[in-house]
């Protein structure tokens, strides 16, 4: 049996390794101690999935030199060293590791914001260094009461305000790209307004290193802060400008930092760590014992579902991110790549053109529906080299058109997803599908034959002039072959047609195929597994 061949780059945890190691399907490389030239122009060549931390760069150097590479999965949050767009290019899925370190990073921000009030390094410091008893020397403040502004309120900054909130803080929330009540229902305020976060006695900041986000904090933000401020960051280096943030530290409007992130590290030279008034930390965020166990653990399992094609946990250039979905959108996600991979099984023919019709709340995901539903279709002629990242290349790549359209038109249905599928030889198949209850999928609608099926099983497509007889003829033969009917369901058209779409048990003769089509009434018989 082929095996899948998994690189560890980079040194994790050795419970992340123990996973890889006992897979049996997987082929194991640690090259963590290799020269980074070894590594990229001769281990990596090969490689199915690479598993990565801050010491290798996925730059254009290592990109040239793979061949096989389907993944990249970050140990980690950051991907400040990975060539997104170069991957993508590729057909490369990059994942990150984003939520194994949160408990750990969130409390990293506690204890910054501990020390900062209560200048806990200094005191340490002052009667274990200096040998010097001066309590007067070291009066600090108190969390309780102080209002706490929380700058993203993702996985971190949520669950820093539960524990801000337990120190009987006031916080406030800003993050623009969630729904206000993530906040509001754990009693934490949330605002629009970035002004009242900047008027708050101590500010964290907990997003990503975006354009958007890069020196967020600089010398006009500072200066409409309070006297005495408090800032800290455990987050990413250059969200808080430095300079600026240097010279209010300085002049003593921000009376303490908590700093454990810089622009470049290491930071062993940086300015601030001349100044008694900060608390620093070499970007210590994710260590902590758990946080690197579940790393490592969350990584070689990623890596390992890549490898196989089953799924791309936390993937950064698929076409959406599965947490930021709305509860109903998921199901219709697998939904249409799974009649996408129908309408391409059913079809059996060069692809001319997809074209994905959506009705309903849906719509808003128009685009991504097209991409999974493009997967699907192109996944029965090019299996593993077909991905979310690169549908959309490959396809225009073979001159296929690729559109999507809203539809006006009222189905009965809350929401509705069509996928019409048009090939080279002059075939055109339209399949129509809705989930249910949320999560109950159905296809409802095949080249206008109304059914209710189940997407799922060993399907026969049997489409017939609608006659007596044809249904106890099917049966028969199908009984022929001592093959068991699980599920039997027929669709008529306006035509006089008739559609019956058969769930059988075991794997389906093709000697049966050909007496099927052979039944006089029968206009063409079909088979898809889904």
């Known amino acids: 049996m082929a095996k899948y061949k998994i690189v560890v780059c980079d040194h994790i945890h050795e419970s992340g390794l123990k996973i890889l190691e006992s897979a049996q399907d997987i082929e194991y490389i640690n090259a963590a101690d290799e ?31 793979v061949k096989e590479l389907k993944a990249i999965v970050r140990a980690g949050v950051g991907v400040d ?92 929330a800003y993050d623009p790209y969630i729904d206000p009540t993530k906040a509001t229902s754990l009693d934490v305020e949330y605002t629009s307004d970035f002004d009242d976060i900047l008027a708050c006695d101590i500010i ?38 430095e300079d600026a943030l240097l010279d209010g530290l300085k002049s003593g409007k921000i009376a303490m930092a908590g700093i454990d992130v810089f622009n470049k590290e290491p930071a062993i030279d940086h300015p601030l760590l001349d100044l008694n008034n900060v608390t620093v930390t070499p970007h210590l965020g994710a260590n902590t014992k758990e946080s690197q166990r579940n790393i490592a653990i969350q990584a070689a399992e990623n890596a ?39 309408a391409a099984q059913v ?13 309903g709340n ?52 809350e929401n509705l997803v069509t996928v019409k599928l048009a090939t080279q030889s002059g075939k055109v198949i339209k399949i129509s599908a809705t989930v249910l209850e949320n999560t109950i999928q159905r296809i409802v609608e095949i080249d206008g034959h109304t059914l209710d099926l189940d997407p799922k099983g060993r399907l026969i497509l049997f489409k017939n002039n609608d006659e007596p007889g044809v249904i106890g003829a099917v049966g028969s033969l199908i009984a022929k072959y001592k093959i068991n009917i699980s599920d039997f369901r027929l669709g008529r058209n306006a035509k006089g047609e008739a559609l019956a779409v058969i769930k059988v048990d075991h794997p389906i003769d093709k000697a049966l195929l050909d007496e099927l089509a052979q039944l006089s009434a029968c206009i063409s018989v079909r088979t898809a597994t889904l």
């Open 204 to 241: 964290t900041i907990h997003t990503p290193k975006t354009e958007e986000t890069i020196n967020m904090i600089g010398k006009d933000e500072i200066a409409k802060m309070k006297d005495g401020v408090i800032l800290i960051n455990c987050a990413r280096g250059g969200l808080y400008n």
């Open 362 to 413: 849906i719509n808003e995901l128009r685009d991504s529906l097209t991409t999974f539903a493009a997967v699907g279709v192109l996944k029965e002629s090019l299996a593993d080299q077909i991905n979310y990242v690169n549908a959309e290349y490959v396809a225009k790549e073979r001159g296929i058109l690729i559109e999507n359209e809203s539809s006006k038109t009222k189905s009965g249905f």
């Open 35 to 65: 020269p980074k030239d070894k590594l990229v122009e001769e281990i990596i060549v090969d490689a199915d999935v690479i598993i990565t931390r801050s010491s290798t760069d996925v730059d254009e150097y290592l990109l040239k030199h």
């Open 304 to 342: 390992i579902a890549s490898a196989r094609g089953i799924s791309y946990p936390n993937a950064l250039n698929l076409p959406i991110k599965e947490s930021e979905l709305p509860e109903f959108a998921a199901p219709y996600l697998e939904l249409v790549q799974k009649i996408g991979n129908m």
């Open 347 to 359: 079809t059996k023919s060069g692809v001319k053109s997809i074209k994905v019709v959506t009705q």
């Open 81 to 172: 060293n990975v060539d997104i767009d170069g991957c993508s290019k590729r057909g490369i899925v990059v994942m990150n590791v984003p939520t194994a370190n949160t408990i750990a990073a969130v409390e990293l921000t506690m204890t910054h914001m501990l020390s900062c009030v209560r200048q806990f390094p200094y005191a340490h410091n002052n009667l274990k260094v200096d040998r010097v008893w001066r309590r007067q020397d070291w009066y600090g403040t108190e969390l309780k009461g102080k209002r706490l502004g929380v700058i993203g309120f993702g996985n971190i900054g949520s669950r820093v305000s539960v524990r801000a909130k337990a120190f009987e803080m006031d916080v406030v």
